[in-house]
Nanobody, 129 residues
Framework: QVQLVESGGGLVQSGGSLRLSCTAS????????VGWFRQVPGKEREEVAC????????YYEESVKGRFTIAKGSSKNTVLLEMSNLKGDDTATYYC??????????????????????WGQGAQVTVSS
């Protein structure tokens, strides 16, 4: 089972920027799609962005379009989420996930499974005004 670790979270003022990293314990992110999700206590988990295995296709939730960028890192086992012009509504715990049942296209997330094999521990992002 692939283990994922998120890093790069923290406290930032409104309008600031952060970069989150998702690193896998094995070189699998080049063969499976990767998705970023976020969750606020008491609310459902929300899709944020995803990237296809070959990085040719990406998708962004409407509220983060033009502000967030998902990309492959310097190694095949790393995916980045660069966030700019952060807002208070971006405050949440961010998770990355990968699975053979997760697909990604410019139209959005596509699921063939309801339980992903790999999830990270989460990175807290707090945006202050």
């Amino acid at each position: 089972q692939v283990q994922l670790v998120e890093s790069g979270g923290g406290l930032v003022q409104s309008g600031g920027s952060l970069r989150l990293s998702c690193t896998a314990s094995a070189f699998t992110l080049d063969s499976h799609a990767v998705g970023w999700f976020r969750q606020v206590p008491g609310k459902e988990r929300e899709e944020v962005a995803c990237i296809s295995p070959n990085a040719e296709d990406t998708y962004y939730e409407e509220s983060v379009k033009g502000r967030f960028t998902i990309a492959k890192g310097s190694s095949k086992n790393t995916v980045l989420l660069e966030m700019s012009n952060l807002k208070g509504d971006d405050t949440a715990t961010y998770y990355c996930a990968t699975d053979s049942g997760l697909m990604c296209s410019s139209r959005g997330f596509h699921y063939t499974k309801t339980e992903f094999a790999s999830w990270g521990q989460g990175a807290q992002v707090t945006v202050s005004s």
